[in-house]
């Protein structure tokens, strides 16, 4: 199976600054179609996980663009400029190339 | 507005099985995978499998083929789980989630299942 490994295991922010996280897969995640086929997901506290991130770079419905992905076949960055309090949570990447679908072990955010 | 709505939380003997339920409303689950992760207290989210309510084919992780069962009842549109030969290690929160316009992009709110004698 594809294994996903997030970095880092935590980020503290400053409000309105920017934060950045990795997540790597062990296989190529990009498709013959061209479609690059890693996911972002937000799970805050007490919540479901709500998609981010779809396709690598597509900014999912209802998720302000301050939010960003971005990556090459393996090694993908999820970008957050202007850190809101809102933020804080657990992201992990999830790959949705091939079964069984896998997930990091997520990164923290949480507010300086 | 779509919304999933899970069934609550249950509590099971070891050996037994419990059922879990997913209503979906505001879509047709004809038209769309539903998908169920689990989440092992404090832990990450990991894949159980997915049917397709259209036709019931399922697609399952080698760790759970002999754990879940997925179905799903189109005229209710409501998906179901069920968990047999239950242990310890099942202690988790379970997921389900349907594909809009991506995979995973609308989730129910999560059921707990616990596990004790």
């Known amino acids: 199976e594809i294994v996903m490994t997030q970095a880092p295991l935590s980020v503290s922010v400053t409000p309105g600054e920017s934060a950045s996280m990795s997540c790597r897969s062990s296989k190529s995640l990009l498709y013959s179609n061209g479609i690059t086929y890693v996911y972002w997901y937000l799970q805050k506290p007490g919540k479901s996980p709500q998609l981010l991130i779809y396709r690598m770079s597509n900014l999912a419905s209802g998720v302000p663009d301050r939010f960003s992905g971005s990556g090459s076949e393996t090694d993908f960055t999820l970008k957050i400029s202007r850190v809101e309090a809102e933020d804080v949570g657990n992201y992990y990447c999830g790959q949705l190339l091939e079964n069984p679908l896998t997930f990091g072990s997520g990164t923290k955010l949480e507010i300086k | 507005e779509v919304q999933l709505q899970q069934s609550g939380a249950e509590l099971g003997k070891p050996g037994t099985s419990v059922k879990l339920s997913c209503k979906v409303s505001g879509y047709n689950i004809r038209n769309t995978y539903m998908y169920w992760v689990n989440q092992r207290p404090g832990k990450g989210l990991e894949w159980i499998g997915r049917?397709?309510?259209?036709?019931?084919?399922?697609i399952y992780a080698e760790k759970f083929k002999t754990k879940a069962t997925l179905t799903a009842d189109t005229s209710s549109n409501t998906a179901y789980m069920q968990l047999s030969q239950l242990k310890s290690d099942d202690t988790a929160i379970y997921f389900c989630?349907?594909?809009?316009?991506?995979?995973?992009?609308?989730w129910g709110q999560g059921v707990m299942v616990t596990v004790s004698s």
């Open positions: 049917i397709d309510p259209a036709n019931g084919n399922t």
């Open positions: 989630a349907i594909e809009l316009g991506a995979p995973f992009d609308y």
